[in-house]
């Protein structure tokens, strides 16, 4: 990591401290030198960029079981938006969390928030107050975060849509087995007896990405996001594997999951589901990535929404019809609609443009957020409306997706005074009832409301 980037690392450093810094280079886009790419602009007006709609892909599959629940939550309002968008406010649901790196609710009760810590813990937040006892703590099963810029921890988090019933959750984290790191996704149990507790000992890993001979793990890229779809499968994002411009080339081989989507079945993890793509790794569902940290799916629609960081020039966001799989994004081809790699001929045919490119050096852009469509009910004009975010730039805006066609782009940073309020945006979350939350990387969750 060289030139502008370094500069960020250190004013990052500096604004957080080295408790902060472990996600700098997940928030610099790269490691590399560069900066990234277009801004848009929505309820509040704008410029629109580039619009696709998600074309050159395979439609996925039938399906299947994927545990046993699923399905749009009812508490989600999927009407469509209505009236003015009134001012709107970052209101502090909790802090003094330890590097919080995302934020959830249980599938049937928006007031029991989990917050997840890169360092291993998960943290329950009941109905406004920090529980003191973590809900869940395996900072002695994954590789923590050891600051200078690393990625390592646990990165993601994701309950069971039959949570209510059964108890299960699954988490994404980084450990190592002798030299090699290995990225993990882990299934846990609510405890039996206490429901604001895990059974740690339930824990068993279901899944890895384990690096390969000529395919070393880096300390960045790592990925983290996890999802489960309408089709009841868990979505997985990964990332190339680290270093700089993907030098293993993983996000095209589809004989590796680095630089993928991935897509399985909870209840038979080791057995590709149908309706994947063809040709490569059974478990690869869109490929050409650089680093999906968060993805998320429309709660009424089931279309994938993805924040892929930008190595030196571009952000993208890549939006994806439900169940529209198959896409290749580009990466390292192509970097937003550029061309990235000159000795590859740079190549379009076959390849999926991003919905949103977000330039470094004209939109203030740097390190993509990927967040949520909001569904919730307090902010009626906003229902329908993506937001996502900049880990170093602390900017939020937003856009409208319908039926392939970007249809408008806005700009919320001023309103929400996110770039006072915020230090280090970690990421998005949404509860039950589809209202969006902001995680600081510095300690704090927010929800965006009205003022």
């Known amino acids: 990591m060289m030139g502008t980037k370094l500069s960020l690392l250190r004013l990052t450093w500096i604004a957080l401290g080295a408790?902060?810094?472990?996600?700098?280079?997940?928030?610099?886009?790269?490691?590399?030198?560069?900066?990234?790419?277009?801004?848009?602009?929505?309820?509040?007006?704008?410029?629109t960029t580039t619009t696709s709609d998600g074309g050159g892909g395979?439609?996925?599959?039938?399906?299947?079981?994927?545990?046993?629940?699923?399905?749009?939550?009812?508490?989600?309002?999927?009407?469509?938006?209505?009236?003015a968008l009134p001012p709107l406010k970052l209101t502090v649901v909790a802090n003094g969390f330890d590097r919080p790196i995302f934020v959830a609710s249980e599938p049937t009760d928006p007031e029991r928030l989990f917050v997840v810590e890169q360092r291993g813990r998960i943290r329950l937040i009941d109905r406004g107050t920090v529980q003191d006892e973590p809900f869940l703590d395996i900072n002695d099963v994954i590789r923590p975060p050891g600051g200078g810029g690393d990625e390592y921890g646990l990165l993601g988090f994701a309950f069971h849509p039959n949570y209510a019933a059964n108890g299960r959750f699954f988490v994404y984290y980084t450990y190592t087995q002798g030299q090699d790191l290995i990225y993990a996704v882990?299934?846990?149990?609510?405890?039996?007896?206490?429901?604001?507790?895990?059974?740690?000992?339930?824990?068993?890993?279901?899944?890895?990405?384990p690096p390969g001979p000529d395919h070393p793990h880096y300390y960045n890229h790592n990925g983290g996001a996890l999802a489960f779809g309408s089709d009841n499968f868990l979505y997985i994002g990964v990332g190339d594997g680290g270093s700089g411009g993907d030098p293993n080339n993983n996000a095209q081989n589809l004989a590796r999951r680095e630089g993928k989507i991935l897509r399985i079945d909870v209840d038979a993890p080791q057995t590709a589901p149908q309706g994947n793509l063809p040709g490569g790794d059974p478990f690869i569902w869109d490929y050409g990535l650089r680093n999906p940290w968060?993805?998320?799916?429309?709660?009424?629609?089931?279309?994938?929404y993805i924040g892929d960081v930008g190595q030196d020039r571009w952000e993208e966001i890549n939006i994806e019809r439900a169940g529209q799989g198959h896409k290749n994004y580009g990466w390292r081809l192509r970097e937003g609609d550029a061309c990235f790699n000159p000795s590859m001929n740079c190549p379009t045919d076959g390849l999926t443009p991003p919905v949103v490119a977000l330039s470094h050096q004209t939109d203030d852009a740097v390190s993509i957020n990927g967040g949520f469509v909001y569904r919730g009910s307090k902010i009626p004009a906003l229902r329908g409306t993506y937001l996502f975010g900049d880990y170093s730039r602390n900017w939020i805006k937003s856009l409208v997706w319908q039926d392939g066609t970007l249809v408008s782009q806005?700009?919320?940073?001023?309103?929400?005074?996110?770039?006072?309020?915020?230090?280090?945006?970690s990421s998005f979350g949404q509860d039950a009832a589809g209202e969006v939350y902001v995680v600081d990387l510095a300690g704090a969750i927010f929800r965006i409301e009205p003022e």
């Open 58 to 83: 395979g439609t996925g599959g039938a399906g299947g079981t994927g545990g046993d629940g699923g399905g749009t939550s009812s508490l989600v309002d999927c009407d469509p938006a209505t009236g």
């Open 410 to 425: 806005g700009d919320l940073t001023a309103d929400l005074e996110s770039r006072n309020t915020l230090q280090a945006m």
């Open 186 to 209: 882990a299934e846990y149990h609510r405890s039996q007896s206490n429901p604001d507790l895990a059974d740690k000992s339930s824990g068993q890993v279901i899944f890895e990405i």
């Open 19 to 47: 408790a902060g810094a472990a996600l700098a280079l997940n928030a610099c886009g790269g490691d590399d030198g560069g900066t990234n790419t277009t801004s848009p602009t929505g309820p509040g007006g704008g410029t």
């Open 294 to 304: 968060r993805m998320s799916f429309d709660a009424c629609n089931g279309d994938l």
